[in-house]
């Protein structure tokens, strides 16, 4: 699957904070995911804001990845290890399979700048040919993670729809 005009990669943002969801905070992470998706050539299909509530952000997910036929949901938020940080379990619920070395990469990237990145507990999985990734909620470090896995994400969703492995295409 080669990145084309007409063929781009869709991406849904989700972020996951009751205080933004409340208009009592601004949504930076979110709107600093949508510009880097932008300039790397994805196609954002949504950008919606939810509040740090398990059932609502299962729906949410389930909803870019079965009826928006999302290539990949960003999620912002929720990662951390305060008590409604609860992103990484509603992901985890609803994924098919699991994908530990995205996830992996953005914390060994995110150590490199602040050991606090350890911290972080989001997961990467797969649901149907949807791709979702939990990155963290501030700006720094979604800027940081997002950063760290756009490279592999044309061929992480090449594989998810059944593409083979292009030897010329890795680094």
């Known amino acids: 699957m080669g990145i084309t005009k007409e063929n781009k990669i869709k991406v849904a943002i989700l972020t996951v904070s009751t205080s933004c969801f409340r208009k009592e905070r601004e ?20 950008k919606e804001i939810v509040p740090d509530d398990k059932n609502l952000i299962r729906n949410k997910l ?63 999985g797969i649901r149907g040919k949807t791709l979702i990734v939990n990155l963290p909620g501030s700006p720094e470090g979604a800027i940081e993670s997002i950063n760290a896995i756009l490279e592999i994400i044309p061929h992480a969703i090449k594989m998810i729809h059944g593409g083979g492995h292009d030897l010329l295409e890795e680094n």
Do not use: H, N, Q, Y
């Open 27 to 46: 949504d930076k992470s979110g709107k600093v995911l949508e510009e880097i998706c932008k300039d790397f050539g994805f196609k954002i299909l949504k």
């Open 62 to 124: 389930k909803s870019c990845c079965d009826k928006l036929k999302a290539d990949v949901v960003l999620t912002t938020g929720g990662t951390g290890l305060g008590p409604f940080d609860i992103t990484p379990e509603a992901t985890f619920e609803i994924s098919e399979r699991i994908v530990p070395g995205i996830s992996e990469l953005m914390r060994i990237e995110g150590i490199k700048k602040t050991k606090r990145a350890s911290l972080s507990r989001g997961i990467s």
